[in-house]
């Protein structure tokens, strides 16, 4: 037996994971490495903790909720809005802005294969991807004020070949190739309900993408915080590669922020039915926070101020921003972790690969909206879902494709007088 075969024993042996090693004799010389490998990377006892923690009550009580305040983009005068607008546009011209884009993930929801960003919608005459868009997005900043902005795209280890790939296919669609920048997130291993990691296929073990929350850790695992530093960015921009109507570049946000001195912010939109299935923001122990729907009660979501104003109704809708010192700080931190009940195919005993009939085991995730309690306050802003919300979930739901593109075109039409 040679010697790194032997401390995986040992290592599965001490966590009572060896069943991983069920095939080994079957397979050949190359796909046993990959799988001794794989094993001595995973952090077991981080995997099985996790698992332990997220058997705990985590719920919160009314009393340990507050409101977070939140400003509204509607209640602003033309003469407010170009103030802020101003400050925003100095910083802009300036090269201290920089765009992140999450995109790990694939596009099963949608009945498609392949990274999700890569996912076309049809505008006749032509189609355009879901990266396209965001280019074009950007693109229009640097076409106003004559800059480059830096534009960093976070992919997973599933998707990070065919994304570069795609990118390069399509020359970038004309983005500067040396102002885009791709990393991956981490990734961990799923677990079943008996506390057994499992295999995707017989020399290896299922794992995945472990939330949008990573980004921070993964930044500085990649240089790219250093990278800021060096290169003077002040201000990073956040947001998921399915909302086809975001403004990954907000010069009015990217003002109110500094003139209200906060070091991180965030978008929301109205949440108009009470117990619709949307994650609000609040205060949890007096920091900012995000309150899962399955924390809302009607009670709760119906509470409104003394002058009518509901409470708790700002949804969280996947668009923040920060400044480098904010990103600096939670990169150094851990982030708490969600569990999420999946259905995942796996190998079975017989060697056969298996699709279960209902969920079968355990994912964890942090998100991005995790790092905010680490700050006293931050700055919300309400905006209008006609013209910053048309997310594309899956194919039957109601963020579905279609009602994306016709919130899409209605928009862009509005501007044509």
């Known amino acids: 037996m040679n010697n790194k075969l032997k401390k995986v024993k040992e290592i599965l042996s001490i966590y009572n994971q060896e069943h991983l090693l069920q095939f080994y004799n079957d397979i050949d010389d190359f796909h046993k490495e990959l799988l001794l490998e794989q094993i001595l990377r995973i952090d077991f006892e981080q995997i099985l903790n996790l698992y332990d923690l997220s058997m705990k009550d985590d ?18 005068s033309k003469n407010e809005i170009s103030y802020y607008t ?3 546009e100095e910083v802009l011209k300036s090269g201290s802005y920089a765009v992140v884009t999450m995109a790990g993930g694939q596009g099963t929801r949608l009945g498609y294969k392949g990274p999700k960003g890569t996912y076309e919608i049809d505008f006749e ?4 991807s879901l990266f396209q868009i965001m280019c074009e997005d950007i693109s229009r900043t640097n076409e106003k004020f004559n800059i480059e902005i830096p534009w960093y795209i976070m992919t997973s280890e599933e998707n990070d070949a065919q994304t570069k790939d795609f990118f390069e296919s399509h020359n970038y669609w004309g983005y500067p190739k040396d102002k885009i920048t791709f990393f991956t997130q981490g990734k961990l291993p799923l677990i079943t309900v008996d506390r057994k990691l ?15 929350g990573n980004v921070f850790n993964s930044m500085k695992r990649h240089g790219i915080i250093d990278a800021f530093e060096k290169n003077n960015i002040k201000w990073i921009s956040f947001g998921g590669i399915d909302n086809i109507l975001l403004k990954n570049v907000d010069a009015f ?3 109110l922020a500094i003139e209200n001195k906060q070091d991180i912010a965030s978008k929301s939109i109205f949440k108009q039915t009470p117990l619709e299935k949307t994650a609000v923001y609040c205060k949890k122990y007096g920091k900012p926070s995000i309150l899962d729907y399955s924390q ?5 979501s119906n509470l409104k101020d003394e002058n009518g104003m509901f409470l708790y109704r700002e949804a969280n809708m996947l668009s923040h921003l920060m400044s480098i010192s904010a990103v600096k700080k939670v990169s150094d931190v ?4 969600h569990r999420a009940f999946k259905k995942n195919a796996f190998v079975n005993d017989e060697g056969m690969k298996q699709v279960p009939d209902k969920p079968n085991s355990f994912k ?10 680490y700050f006293d306050d931050m700055l919300l802003l309400r905006v209008n879902a006609n013209d910053e919300f048309a997310p594309i979930k899956d194919f039957t739901g109601i963020y579905n494709p279609d009602t994306a593109k016709e919130k899409y075109i209605k928009y862009w039409n509005s501007f044509d007088i």
Request: net charge negative; hydrophobic share 40%.
């Open 334 to 337: 851990k982030l708490c972790y």
């Open 198 to 212: 499992f295999l995707q296929e017989p020399f290896l073990i299922k794992e995945a993408s472990n939330g949008n």
């Open 253 to 255: 946000f990217l003002g």
């Open 86 to 88: 101003k400050i925003g």
């Open 59 to 76: 719920s919160v009580a009314h009393d340990e909720i507050s409101p977070l305040k939140h400003l509204e983009k509607d209640t602003y």
């Open 296 to 300: 809302i009660d009607l009670q709760l």
């Open 125 to 128: 005459p032509g189609k355009k």
């Open 364 to 373: 964890f995730e942090n998100f991005i909206f995790d790092a905010f309690s």
